[in-house]
């Protein structure tokens, strides 16, 4: 089973950045996409960014696009998500997952990290 633990949350001015981590507990990690969900008060969790660590292939929602970059070091078996240019609507907790399928099919998720840009 796969173990992923999120990190690098924190409190941020509009226009500023975080740079978040996905930890994974697993020996072939480059056989796995990953990706980054976040879920804001009263909203419903919605797909971020996604990699794919076997050919490096990457998705943004179009609400991040541009500002957002998803990156992996399979050495480290953890993927990064860059997040520059933060608004106030990006405040939510993030969340990585295997794969991309869509957020209610997921039997379980990690403890996810809070992201809060303020204005």
């Known amino acids: 089973e796969v173990q992923l633990v999120e990190s690098g949350g924190g409190l941020v001015q509009a226009g500023g950045s975080l740079r978040l981590s996905c930890a994974a507990s697993?020996?072939?990690?480059?056989?796995?996409?990953i990706g980054w969900f976040r879920q804001a008060p009263g909203k419903e969790r919605e797909g971020v960014s996604c990699?794919?660590?076997?050919?490096?292939?990457?998705y943004y929602a179009d609400s991040v696009k541009g500002r957002f970059t998803i990156s992996s070091d399979n050495a480290e078996n953890t993927v990064y998500l860059q997040m520059n240019s933060l608004k106030p609507e990006d405040t939510a907790v993030y969340y990585c997952?295997?794969?991309?399928?869509?957020?209610?099919?997921?039997?379980?998720w990690g403890q996810g990290t809070q992201v809060t840009v303020s204005s």
């Open positions: 997952n295997t794969g991309w399928g869509h957020p209610t099919s997921y039997d379980s």
């Open positions: 990699i794919s660590n076997s050919d490096g292939s990457t």
């Open positions: 697993v020996f072939t990690f480059d056989d796995y996409a």
